[in-house]
């Protein structure tokens, strides 16, 4: 059977259980076709058929037979599509793990679009309906927009920007980047994982055939939820993997099981850890420290971090008591977000004939996890060599040494070859990791002057068996020194873990705290913003409150429900984050072929860390971008942070600008340079060829809030971010449809090192808000904990049309303090979006919602019953 790819002849198997997808990347190497959701929803796979963009996950590699296949690495006939170079111009990736499927279906309808309206933009639903079928997990959208509509304008006709704001941006929009999904080593074996399928249950004893196997369970061998790894095997195909995992029987003792959490809570209710040391090892669905609480049961806690407490809780009562109209009080619920990065957790491990173990993995510390991978196998730190060149998309779930790098290390040991492993969607969406669901009581009292005089909030944490709720602890750092009594509890149930999600605990917070000090505002007839800006004492947030006020479309929005049919609003949220560090963050650069290479651990997630360090080595160098290189995502590099706690960019930064000067340093000391200043030209890199100097993150002026690292190498340092979100939406009162039409995200970070990936990282991050306000919820089954939405389908993240206008202001000021001036904007752009919506839902419809996602059901019963 034959077909053409990219105008090669291929020959194409017989099986028919072989996709489009398996044939391309497996058979022929071509993985710039990616595979994300294998149900057709995600368009990672999009391939032109005769010319027409297909999605090759559902397709059968037989379906291909006498057809002319083209690939995202056979668009533009060998030369670069202006579509590639109009996503690069305009950054229109992150990840970049979606890029090449929207690549493929934007060549397809630039095409198609300039040879019916010539070099003509089209309009924004136009773009937004020719890209429908693909989804961006990053939420790199309204990049995605300007390069479609500039390309259909053929303003990319030309060749390519020399320096594109992103560094491998050619390298993401040809397909040529490498993800560990792709990396498929010589002789390497596959593994699957098989999964539990009780929610609590003694295992006493799992049969693997013959297959190899290695054993996940714990050593209590209790399974504690529906899709917990229990064993993964391995064989030389996926086919036979496959096949050796359905081989395996396990047996089981039920137990009694608390799959649902209102059940959990429950006198008599199965316990999920009974132990000390079981509730010692619980997972941690937080950033950090999780600090120590007493349990009861099922529910862990309280965890109070308020100050004065009594006073707060005496003053809510009276206020109560008296029925004081200054007193708000409300219970705000938010639904699980899944991460569902599109590139799942992947791992692919081997071990030289040295004993040396090189481990491919999808991970977000490429650092930290070759530590953790030393430890675990008992290896000299330099034996283990971890690479992640792209992640495609991490969230916080990507973090240290997980089940796929376990199972996958094992098992290369075992079968004596590399292995493979991959969590296939259901996986990915059951145990890869989720934000936890919360409760949260509050209250706030305002004094006859409008001043906070008290607030209470008790916030209960659905993290399946994990813990970490730390909720209302963030409550301690916005809105002043009023009494408070903040506290916390996490409520386990035989459901899968959460993981730290991009601000843990933070949208469930705002999502109430934000509500409710708009309900004030409108209680005590203040505007929302100026009241905030009072009770804040931010001084950086205040600027932010400033710039809000003053757009037109806070100015101008009209005072009460507008009538018809539909009805737009304006909401605002704040919001505050920490401002985490690495201070042994290093970077050496070397100069090699008259280019300077900079060389740092640093995994590239999507947020640009590749840009942030080329760009200030160019601009302290004084060299063109396209002679500094970066080799980023090695262990075998100098050490660099984990991209977690948005501590990346402000290690970075500094560390490369120190390098950078010693660099200059040695340039001048060498006579070498532009009239020996240090800044330097092609000739006088050629005259430094081999020179290598290291760079180090200097210390903050002011010093950190701790004086040590923290385990995972962090440093708390002073000061701490801001957002301001000022959203505006259209409520369909007759369908109960919201949509966000326009969006401004004021953030404050300080100095900002790489201007358009930062920025897209904000859009980003206001996409993200966007979905778990209106669309993100998992569901589970209440008898087993069975995760229901376990396809992308079912579980539902925003699409291109979904996207609102986004506009981001940065603030740069009062980050003076800190070397190198920036801090890190990753999580603080993203926790307040969500109730910005819900503020602005309120002020469409004078209806107040409480519970997330904001589904039409909720909201047509929430304005039927006002
Ligand atoms: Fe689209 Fe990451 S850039 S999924």
């Known amino acids: ?10 020959q194409i198997g017989a099986d028919p259980a072989t996709t489009a997808a398996e044939f391309v990347r497996d058979g022929l190497g071509l993985t710039g076709t990616k595979t994300a959701c294998n149900a057709g929803v995600c368009g990672s796979c999009t391939l032109l058929l005769d010319g027409a963009p297909a999605a090759s996950c559902l397709l059968p590699a037989t379906a291909l037979e006498g057809r002319s296949v083209t690939t995202v690495e056979g668009i533009g006939n060998g030369a670069e599509h202006p579509v590639q170079r109009a996503f690069a111009a305009h950054d229109a990736m992150q990840c970049g793990y979606c890029t090449p499927g929207f690549v493929v279906e934007a060549a397809a309808f630039v095409d198609r679009h300039r040879a019916e309206h010539g070099d003509t933009a089209p309009a924004r639903d136009e773009i937004a309906d020719a890209l429908a079928g693909h989804l961006c997990r990053c939420g790199a959208y309204p990049g995605i927009y300007a390069a479609v509509a500039s390309a259909c304008a053929g303003e990319h006709d030309g060749a390519a920007e020399s320096a594109p704001p992103r560094t491998e941006a050619a390298e993401k929009a040809s397909g040529r980047a490498r993800y560990t999904t792709d990396v498929r080593p010589e002789g390497c074996w596959e593994a699957v994982i098989v999964r539990s399928t009780r929610a609590h249950a003694h295992v006493l004893g799992v049969d693997a055939g013959g297959a190899h196997h290695v054993d996940l369970l714990g050593a209590d061998r209790t399974v504690r939820y529906v899709g917990q790894p ?36 429950l006198p008599g209710a199965a316990v999920v850890h009974s132990t000390r040391a079981e509730r010692g090892a619980a997972p941690s669905h937080s950033e950090g420290f999780v600090p120590p609480a007493r349990w009861k049961d099922n529910v862990r806690g309280p965890f109070n971090m308020g100050w004065r407490s009594a006073t707060a809780v005496k003053r809510i009562r009276e206020a109560a008591r008296r029925g004081d109209d200054r007193l708000v009080t409300g219970v705000f619920q938010t639904a699980v977000q899944a991460h569902t990065p599109l590139e799942p957790h992947a791992c692919v491990a081997r071990w030289d004939d040295a004993g040396d173990l090189h481990i491919h993995v999808s991970t977000q510390a490429v650092a930290a ?113 009023g009494p408070r009594r903040l506290r916390d509890f ?82 605002v949220a704040a919001a505050n984050w920490m401002y985490l ?77 120190d390098a950078a000067a010693k660099l200059q340093e040695e ?146 000021e009062g980050w003076e303090h800190v070397t ?23 002020d469409a419809t004078g209806w107040r919602p409480r519970e997330l996602p904001l589904r039409p059901d909720r909201i047509l019963e929430g304005i039927g019953a006002k």
């Open 369 to 481: 996890l070759a530590e953790e991978a030393a430890e675990r196998w008992e290896l000299p730190r330099g034996r283990v060599h971890i690479t992640a060149e792209h992640v495609g998309g991490a969230f916080g779930a990507k973090a240290g040494l997980r089940v796929e790098t376990v199972a996958a290390v094992e098992l290369a040991r075992a079968c004596g070859a590399p292995v493979r492993l991959v969590f296939d969607r259901a996986a990915e969406l059951t145990d890869g990791g989720h934000r936890p669901a919360s409760r949260t009581e509050i209250a706030l009292l305002a004094d006859a002057d409008g001043h906070l005089s008290a607030m209470t909030m008790d916030a209960y944490s659905d993290g399946g068996v994990s813990v970490g709720g730390m909720v209302t602890t963030l409550a301690r750092l916005m809105y002043g020194r």
């Open 667 to 812: 340039a001048r000391g060498r006579g070498a340079g532009t009239a020996g200043s240090g800044r330097l030209d092609a000739a006088a890199l050629a005259a430094l060829e081999g020179l290598r100097v290291r760079g180090r993150r200097r210390r903050d002026r002011r010093g950190y809030v701790t004086p040590f690292a923290l385990p995972d190498g962090g440093t708390i340092g002073r000061g701490f971010t801001g957002a301001v979100h000022v959203v505006e939406v259209e409520v369909d009162t007759l369908l109960g449809a919201v949509r966000p039409t326009r969006c401004w995200a004021g953030i404050s970070a300080g100095r900002i090192y790489a201007e358009r990936p930062a920025r897209n990282q904000c859009e980003g991050g206001v996409v993200q808000g966007i979905g778990y306000a209106l669309y993100e919820q998992r569901r589970d089954d209440p008898l087993t904990g069975a995760v229901l939405t376990a396809n992308m389908e079912d579980y539902r993240i925003p699409g291109i049309g979904d996207t609102p206008e986004i506009t981001v202001h940065f603030h740069e």
């Open 1 to 10: 059977m034959g077909t053409t790819v990219n105008g090669t002849p291929a």
């Open 820 to 842: 190198g001036g920036g801090v890190g904007l990753g999580e603080v752009s993203t926790i307040g979006v969500a109730a910005a919506v819900g503020n602005a839902v309120f």
């Open 581 to 657: 560090v690495d201070s042994a963050t290093t970077i050496e650069l070397v100069v090699e072929d008259g280019t300077v290479v900079a060389e740092t651990a640093v995994q590239d997630i999507g947020t640009g860390a590749r840009s942030v360090v080329s760009g200030v080595v160019a601009d302290e160098l004084g060299v063109p971008a396209g002679l500094v290189r970066v080799r980023a995502g090695h262990s075998d590099l100098p050490y660099a942070p984990a991209s977690t706690g948005s501590r990346t960019t402000a290690s970075l930064g500094p560390a490369a600008r």
């Open 230 to 265: 229990l064993v993964a095997v391995a064989a030389p195909t996926a086919a036979k993997a496959r096949a050796a995992a359905e081989q395996v029987s396990v047996d089981y003792r039920d137990l009694p099981a608390a799959a649902d959490p209102a059940a959990a809570r």
């Open 490 to 571: 996490d409520v386990v149930s035989h459901r899968p873990p959460g993981a730290p999600f991009r601000g843990p605990n933070g949208p469930q917070l705002l999502w109430a705290l934000e509500q409710a000090v708009d309900d004030m505002a409108h209680r005590i007839g203040e505007d929302p913003i100026a009241l905030r800006r009072r009770w804040d004492g931010n001084t950086k947030r205040h600027a932010l409150y400033d710039w809000a006020a003053a757009l037109p479309v806070w100015r101008e929005r009209t005072a009460g429900a507008p009538p018809g049919r539909f009805r737009r609003g304006v909401g």
